[in-house]
């Protein structure tokens, strides 16, 4: 089904009323087959409304705006997803990446959330969203999803610190050892994060070419490099730019070549250990 070009008003019967009307009789009927989230059900009856409302996907920049398919909204939710959604607007196409090895009669899910939160947080969304779910880090023994729960609410502070640009400008050292700090707590939580990681490694790229950090920024952006290549494909703008910071991070508008911490490439750490190596980074 075809892509909205603009991010339509899910309020306006008449626009979308004339958008559904645009479409070819196949797609009217994939369109009107598609659930009402009982959330958004209004009196009087608005379906198309409501249709638009449970299924859309936001694409994101660079195309702010919403698309409607006729598959993707099957794909439940679990908060440690086995694929990850992401369009691409040079194909225009949302792909379903898969993130990990998946078994035999094991459905594909995807994560409504933004990020990994508490327990409480995870089920106040989806109650929001109009169900419960009890995916198997939500059915954890009560101890365990207590430890989880300290868990990610630091693994949230940290991020949340990380998005504080003054901060981040003034403090770019700290905030660095922020990062690491937080992909420390995801190893240690014992589940499959590892996009979730490479967006932390992603930022700690960003913050050492803030500190002129060459080499550290390299490394950074290769471990950034896997996981954005497993959740986005080859043949995005972003893996492409991380590629391109890999071999030269330099070249990154941000780049600031006179902070004291500044490292050269060859100044990478060889020879070393995986121990010594993390120590290092």
Known sequence: MSTLSTLIDAESKNAIATYVKALSKPNQICFLRLYI??????TPPKPFSGIVKTNMFELGAP??????????????????????????????HMTLHILRDIQEDEEFTISYLQMIGSYDSRQGKTRSLGFEYKCRLCTQPEDTRIILDKMFKLFRCYWDWSEDSERVDQYLGECLSDMRDSITILDATGINADFEKSRKYLKAFEISIGLGDEARASVFAEKALEGHIIAMGHDTSEVEDLK?????????????GGKAWKQRMEDISEGLDEAEFEAWL
């Open 37 to 42: 989230n009982p959330v958004f059900k209004t």
């Open 63 to 92: 195309e702010p705006g919403v698309a409607i398919f006729p598959l993707l909204p099957r794909v439940n939710h679990d908060c440690v997803p086995n694929c990850h959604l992401h369009w691409n607007p040079r194909s225009q």
């Open 244 to 256: 391109t910071w890999v071999k030269d991070p330099k070249i990154h508008s941000r780049f600031n």
